[in-house]
């Protein structure tokens, strides 16, 4: 019985990766960039064969895709800037569009891209 006010140790977990990404030339990925985008076509991919099999328009699902992905990009970076108004660059006019220094908020982008 460990002792009273320790903390159990955890039986496992998962460290951290040594890299965010991937140095391309003069261009740095971010890994969570590179899921954004294979989430987007998978969604795109399952999306247009249920609709067309359902006999639906398949150019339909690529309009509603045209405003929907840049609406909840820009969602989820006005949720970050809302909720974490001291992670914005104060001394740039472009800080609180600065979407390469990180700061996308998930509930700001279902709300935006929904």
């Not at 496992?12 to 990925?29: D, E, K, T, W, Y």
């Not at 099999?53 to 840049?70: H, I, K, T």
């Not at 949720?79 to 979407?99: C, E, Q, R």
């Amino acid at each position: 019985m460990p002792a009273v006010g320790s903390t159990p140790t955890p039986l496992a977990f998962l460290p951290s990766p040594s890299s965010n990404g991937l140095q391309l030339g003069p261009i740095f990925l971010h890994y969570y960039g590179m899921m954004y985008v294979v989430g987007i076509v998978l969604a795109l991919t399952i999306i247009s064969r249920r609709w067309t099999a359902a006999g639906g328009d398949r150019d339909l699902v690529y309009e509603v895709l045209m405003w929907s992905v840049p609406a909840g990009l820009i969602g989820a970076r006005i949720y970050f800037d809302v909720t974490t108004p001291f992670d914005i660059n104060p001394h740039t006019w472009w800080g609180p569009l600065a979407i390469w220094n990180g700061g996308l908020g998930v509930w700001g982008g279902i709300a935006a891209g929904a």
